[in-house]
Antibody, heavy 120, light 107 residues
Framework: QVQLQESGPGLVRPSGTLSLTCAVS?????????WGWVRQPPGKGLESIGQ???????NYNPSLESRVSISVDKSKNEFSLQLNSVTAADTAVYYC?????????????WGQGTLVTVSS | AIQLTQSPSSLSASVGDRVTIACRAS??????LAWYQQKSGKGPKLLIS???TLEAGVPPRISGSGSGTDFTLTISDLQPDDFATYFC?????????FGGGTRLEIK
C-alpha cells in the first residue's frame, strides 16, 4: 500500500525558503515514473507546483518556476520541495503526490497535506 | 495554460439522489481528464482517469464521460460518504491545471 507523508516547518518568514519532504512507503521511489507537489491556499482550489521524473527531469509550473526546486533522495526513499523568496501568497496546504506507472500526469496517490503559513 | 471551469460550484442533494458535475476546458484536451474527491482536512482521492476509467475500489455508481472540452462526473444513488468536494484536472498540456471545485452538500 502506497503511503506518502509530508513534513517540514509549519511557519516560514517572508522572503525565506519553504522546505518540505515527502516520505514514501510501500513502494520504492525508483519504481515510479514521477513524483510531484500540489498546493491549496486556504479555502481555494488546487495548484500544481511541479514534478520530478524517474530520469531526474523536472517540470515546474511557469508561475513558480523561478523559485522552485524538486529533488529525490533515493537512499531515504523520499523527495523534497524547496520554494524560495516566499510571501503570504505562498501560504497553503502542500501535498506530495505520486503519478501512475503508465506515466500519465494525473495524481494517483496523495499525502495528507501539511499547512505552511508565511508570516513574520 | 488550459483553464477548467466546473459547474455548479456547490450543490445540495439528498441520499439516494443522482447528481452531475460539469467540467469545461478552455481548449480541447481529448480525454486527458481526471476527477478527484476531497474531504475536509484530507488529500484528494483519485476517482477517474482518462475521462471515464474508474480507479480500483471506486464504486460503479460513480461514472465519468466526455471528450474534447466538455466532461461530466455523475454520482448515482448518493451515499453519506459521497458528500465532499470534487475537482477535475487536465493532463493534456503542461502546466497541469485543476477546476475550481464543486462542493456537494447534504440537503
Amino acid at each position: 500500500q502506497v503511503q506518502l507523508q509530508e513534513s517540514g516547518p509549519g511557519l516560514v518568514r517572508p522572503s525565506g525558503t519553504l522546505s518540505l519532504t515527502c516520505a514514501v512507503s510501500g513502494v520504492s521511489i525508483s519504481s515510479s515514473n514521477w513524483w510531484g507537489w500540489v498546493r491549496q491556499p486556504p479555502g481555494k482550489g488546487l495548484e500544481s507546483i511541479g514534478q520530478i521524473w524517474h530520469s531526474g527531469t523536472t517540470n515546474y509550473n511557469p508561475s513558480l518556476e523561478s523559485r522552485v526546486s524538486i529533488s529525490v533522495d533515493k537512499s531515504k526513499n523520499e523527495f523534497s520541495l524547496q520554494l524560495n523568496s516566499v510571501t503570504a501568497a505562498d501560504t497553503a496546504v502542500y501535498y506530495c503526490a505520486k503519478g501512475p506507472y503508465g506515466g500519465d500526469e494525473f495524481f494517483q496517490h496523495w499525502g495528507q497535506g501539511t499547512l505552511v503559513t508565511v508570516s513574520s | 495554460a488550459i483553464q477548467l471551469t466546473q459547474s455548479p460550484s456547490s450543490l445540495s442533494a439528498s441520499v439516494g439522489d443522482r447528481v452531475t458535475i460539469a467540467c469545461r476546458a478552455s481548449q480541447g484536451i481529448s480525454r486527458t481528464l481526471a476527477w478527484y474527491q476531497q474531504k475536509s482536512g484530507k488529500g484528494p482521492k483519485l476517482l477517474i482517469s482518462d475521462a471515464s476509467t474508474l480507479e480500483a475500489g471506486v464504486p460503479p455508481r460513480i461514472s465519468g464521460s466526455g471528450s474534447g472540452t466538455d466532461f461530466t462526473l455523475t454520482i448515482s444513488d448518493l451515499q453519506p460518504d459521497d458528500f465532499a468536494t470534487y475537482f477535475c484536472q487536465q493532463y493534456s498540456t503542461f502546466p497541469l491545471t485543476f477546476g475550481g471545485g464543486t462542493r456537494l452538500e447534504i440537503k
